[in-house]
């Protein structure tokens, strides 16, 4: 989906595809010399993370497997508690292996911190997080995130992957949503 084809449901495109395509591809080289003679899986979070995952693995230079998790964050809304419930675990082994989470955007950091300290405690190598976007504002956490496409100001923002009650995922720039939409 264009951001011209909803442009009334939209306040502005803040990042384009080919921005995100661009910082995606500069993003799988450092991650693939990090990594060269490794063991390494990319774990995605479902379903945010589906776009960020396909894109960023077409841009490493070999191959490297994938898995995924889906989680249920507990919260009032657009806000999450931290309170964290498996939905779909990983269906590999991580013991001793070096992963990589994939997320689409780390907000409050709540839900993100505890995967990364439940997928610790599976006895990996280790464990590295990489995100497209991160609120840096919205932090009630501290994450260490090695690897960041881009810092956003705290605003709700939907596309590529990114959604509003399911809706806008398809969107292919990231963009902020406009307020009539979701009050």
Do not use: C
Request: glycine share 8%; aromatic share 8%; charged share 25%.
């Amino acid at each position: 989906m264009d951001s011209k084809d909803i442009q009334d449901d939209l306040v502005e495109v803040l990042i384009t595809e080919d921005q995100i395509q661009a910082r995606l591809a500069e993003l799988a080289t450092e991650v693939w010399e990090h990594y060269q003679g490794k063991d390494v899986l990319l774990v995605g979070v479902l379903k945010g993370a589906v776009m960020v995952m396909a894109d960023f693995m077409r841009h490493l230079p070999g191959s490297a497997p994938m898995d995924w998790m889906a989680v249920s964050s507990y919260g009032s809304g657009t806000k999450s508690s931290g309170v964290v419930r498996i939905l779909k675990d990983l269906d590999t082994d991580i013991s001793g292996k070096h992963v990589l989470i994939v997320e689409d955007i780390i907000d409050s950091g709540l839900t993100l911190s505890w995967i990364r300290a439940n997928l610790d405690s599976r006895s990996p190598a280790s464990v590295e997080i990489l995100t497209l976007l991160r609120k840096p504002e919205a932090a009630k956490v501290e994450i260490d995130t090695r690897w960041v496409g881009f810092d956003i100001a705290n605003e709700f923002v939907v596309g590529y992957g990114l959604d509003y009650a399911e809706g806008y995922r398809n969107l292919r720039d990231v963009a902020t949503l406009a307020p009539h939409v979701y009050s």
